[in-house]
């Protein structure tokens, strides 16, 4: 795996995707190429519109595309889900880091979101010790054997992100 | 470029999205894995959902994507639109045949859809004459120098794919 990844893992309800668009602001604010990867179990549908890339899926096309001068977007259907690490190579040779939101299960870099609010145990330092969990960002103090971050700084969390991965 | 190809061309208004549908209906059937392409020249907007996907891109990322255990999708931004060749081999290496709509000037196989109530004269047969015109599928009879299919006979076409393509 080439690019860097760093996966954002929490509890329902912590505001993971808001922190993730954040981060993936401020980091374009630096000048980095960023992708975002997100794991959705549920049944989704792309195309806005509802137009023809729509209806090439509904008629069963194994891979759609519309490309325009600025995007191109793809839905492509498979029997089995690729691995994760087969998804990075294949969209994102061309960032320089991944911001992903779930992949709780996997051994991507984590970094764990804590709210007060939400039960104090973490889901990487429960009964699992996750040995990927790179850093807590969080909006209260806490005992922990990783770095802390303030979940509201984001400058502070895209300076540990860049220092980590991107030096 | 290694995936066969036939880009459907015609004068807006001719059905080419209503055809490429039923064909790639028509093609799933007969076993084969579709892919299928289409330019927009306009802007276009993904994600029906309006959901985390389409935030992540509105927060900027180049690259994001939604992956599920049945399909993934993807939306990428860039600054200069890679070629059809380049989208081609970067998107459907995994299908058996790709129908595309419009690329009207690439030297992509082409086969011009015509109806009666449009005007006589094809686009692929005016002042220019394209080589990479392989077929006509017409309502009406036609003087032409290729092979003219009907266009309302979708096995036919399947058929004259199958053979040109697939064999």
């Known amino acids: 795996m080439s690019v860097p990844v760093v996966s954002f893992v929490a509890k329902s309800g912590t505001g993971k995707t808001t922190l993730v668009e954040k981060l993936i602001r401020e980091m374009k604010s630096r000048g980095h190429k960023v992708g975002a990867l997100k794991h959705d179990a549920h049944r989704f549908e792309i195309d806005h519109e509802g137009k023809d890339s729509w209806r090439f899926t509904q008629a069963g096309a194994d891979t759609t595309v519309v490309t325009s001068p600025e995007k191109m977007a793809m839905v ?31 051994s991507l870099p984590k970094i764990e979101i804590h709210r007060s609010e939400c039960r104090r145990d973490l889901l990487c330092r429960g009964e699992y010790l996750d040995p990927a969990l790179i850093a807590v960002a969080s909006d209260e103090p806490l005992q922990i054997d990783v770095p802390l971050l303030n979940l509201d700084d984001i400058a502070a969390l895209a300076d540990f992100i860049e220092a980590r991965f991107l030096r």
Chains 1, 2 share one sequence.
């Open 76 to 106: 492509k259907r498979y029997t089995a889900e690729p691995t994760i690490e087969e998804t990075l190579d294949a969209c994102f040779a061309d960032v320089d880091i991944v911001l992903t939101e779930g992949f709780k299960r996997s």
